[in-house]
Nanobody
Framework: QVQLVESGGGSVQPGGSLRLSCAVSGLRAESYTMAWFRQVPGKEREGVALITANGFTRYAESVKGRFTISRDNAENTLFLNMNTLKPEDTAMYYC??????????????????WGQGTQVTVST
C-alpha cells in the first residue's frame, strides 16, 4: 500500500523559509516522478515542482529561484525547500507520486498517489 505523509507546514512571515517533507512508503521515490502541488480553497490544484527518477527537476514559473525540490533516497523522503516566501504562496501543499519514471508534466491527472497535505500560511 502506497502512503505519502507530508509534514513541515506552518505559519511564517513574508520573506521567511520553510522545508516541507514527504515520507514515502510502498514505493521507492527514486524510481518514479515525484511532485509537490498546492491548492487554495476555491481554486484548482496547481503543480509547484517535480523531480524525475533521473533527477530532472521542473518548477512552476511562480516559484522558480525560490523553491527547491529534492529527495533523500536512503530515507525515501521527498523535500521542498521554500525560501523568500510570499503571501501568495499560502496554500495546502500536497506530495504526489506518478507511476512514470520520466514524467515532465505538472498536471494533476498524471499523478496516481497523493498525501493528505500540509498547510503553509505566509502573513505578517
Amino acid at each position: 500500500q502506497v502512503q505519502l505523509v507530508e509534514s513541515g507546514g506552518g505559519s511564517v512571515q513574508p520573506g521567511g523559509s520553510l522545508r516541507l517533507s514527504c515520507a514515502v512508503s510502498g514505493l521507492r521515490a527514486e524510481s518514479y516522478t515525484m511532485a509537490w502541488f498546492r491548492q487554495v480553497p476555491g481554486k484548482e490544484r496547481e503543480g509547484v515542482a517535480l523531480i524525475t527518477a533521473n533527477g530532472f527537476t521542473r518548477y512552476a514559473e511562480s516559484v522558480k529561484g525560490r523553491f527547491t525540490i529534492s529527495r533523500d533516497n536512503a530515507e525515501n523522503t521527498l523535500f521542498l525547500n521554500m525560501n523568500t516566501l510570499k503571501p501568495e504562496d499560502t496554500a495546502m501543499y500536497y506530495c504526489a507520486a506518478s507511476m512514470l519514471s520520466s514524467l515532465y508534466l505538472l498536471t494533476r491527472n498524471n499523478y496516481n498517489y497523493w498525501g493528505q497535505g500540509t498547510q503553509v500560511t505566509v502573513s505578517t
